[in-house]
């Protein structure tokens, strides 16, 4: 097999279908600042992922951005460095210093226990991630935020579509963000969503987006512009046909390799949580190098060597990056030992099973 392997591919709708969507905008002569497909498909994504209230954005990260603007986040936030860089640079941009804890080494999610010992005064919320789309444990964080008077905003940019005993787990917390970019499950090519509980706080997100405008004449708040798009929004309403058919190939192609990498020494997968409705986003494994017998990297160029392109998510740690590195990394050894070890194998709508037997008998070989 010579042909390339790459994580990910796009989830690229119908082309007659955005085709047809494209001549409707043609017709309507609405580009942006909520046209009808905007509208449509708030509606549409907010009955697919059962959530109450959904604003779309330009990208997961003005999303992120404008949802520490509409709590008023201020001071410190607890958050976790194995994340991608913009979890903590929306912090930064937000003149909000991120305090990092470690991670838990089942899931790579924030350790729960971590969090009562890394609050101070100025602490004003916790921003965990859904890391691969696994759920954090949302009673233990929300215990905490309740009793120490803080907010919540769940970084659920891994997270579309997931349920744990049937409900939406982009409901936990006081806000969620997602994204659409192409490297990400379902797909605006670049987009980005909050989910929110009530009108008054969907009502605020929406004029944030807008510059601050209430009305034609009227600037209530410091706004940004954070719009999606018409051309946008009508290929994320064309890929929600495709959706459910795309993830139920991720599943499959997940449970394959779950089978084919069992009890290879050295490389250890993640469990299925129980009772999640997962997305299967990410296929992430972990090199133990004395087991093994080669190192992460070895590994990871093995592969890419024989056009087998994993990436490293999410290798180096935030505290290993320059706007980051002043802030203190010595408790923060299982994320680094995970960071270390990862790496995330391609997994896709459109891979096919021979793909995956190939790239097991490479990690084998
Ligand atoms: C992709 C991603 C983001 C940023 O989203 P964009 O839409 O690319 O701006 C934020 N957090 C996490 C965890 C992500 O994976």
């Not at 903590?88 to 210093?97: A, Y």
């Not at 921003?127 to 769940?154: E, R, T």
């Not at 960071?339 to 995956?356: R, T």
Request: charged letters at 20%.
């Amino acid at each position: 097999m010579s042909k390339k392997i790459l994580v990910t591919e796009p989830l690229m709708p119908s082309l007659d279908n955005f085709n047809n969507y494209l001549h409707e905008i043609w017709q309507n002569k609405w580009l942006t600042n909520n046209g009808s497909f905007h509208k449509r498909l708030e509606k549409k994504l907010a009955d697919y992922l059962d959530v109450p209230n959904l604003s779309l954005f330009t990208n997961g990260t003005l999303a992120l951005q404008t949802a520490l603007q509409v709590l008023d986040i201020k001071g410190e936030v607890i958050t976790t460095p194995y994340t991608f860089v913009a979890t903590s640079t929306s912090l930064i941009w937000n003149n909000v210093k991120p305090v990092f804890v470690d991670i838990d080494p089942v899931w790579c999610n924030m350790d729960c226990d971590k969090i009562e010992e890394a609050i101070t005064e100025n602490t004003t919320a916790i921003l965990p991630v859904h890391v691969y789309g696994n759920p954090c444990d949302n009673s233990k964080i929300q215990s905490i935020a309740d009793k120490h008077g803080l907010k919540v905003i769940y970084d659920a940019a891994h997270a579309f579509g997931i349920k744990q005993n049937g409900q939406s787990i982009l409901n936990w917390g006081d806000l969620s963000i997602l994204s659409f970019h192409a490297t990400k499950t379902f797909s605006t090519i670049e987009g980005g969503a909050i989910v929110c509980h009530d009108k008054a706080t969907k009502k605020k997100i929406d004029l944030l987006k807008n510059f601050g405008f209430n009305g034609e004449t009227e600037v209530i708040a410091a706004g940004i512009n954070g719009k999606m798009n018409e051309v946008q929004a009508a290929y994320g309403l064309a890929a929600l046909d495709i959706i459910d058919s795309a993830i139920s190939q991720r599943k499959k192609i997940s449970l394959l390799y779950q089978k084919q990498l069992a009890g290879i020494n050295g490389i250890q997968m993640m469990p299925n949580p129980e009772g999640v409705d997962h997305n299967y986003s990410y296929f992430p494994i972990f090199v133990n190098q004395d087991k093994y017998g080669k190192s992460r990297d070895e590994l990871y160029l093995h592969l890419k060597q024989n056009e087998v392109f994993g990436r490293r998510y999410f290798y180096p740690l935030l505290t290993d990056f320059e706007p980051f590195n002043q802030h203190p990394s010595d408790h923060l050894s299982i994320a680094k030992t995970m960071a270390n070890q990862v790496i995330c194998l391609p997994l896709h709508h459109n891979m096919k099973e021979e793909q995956v037997e190939y790239i097991v008998s490479l990690i084998k070989a």
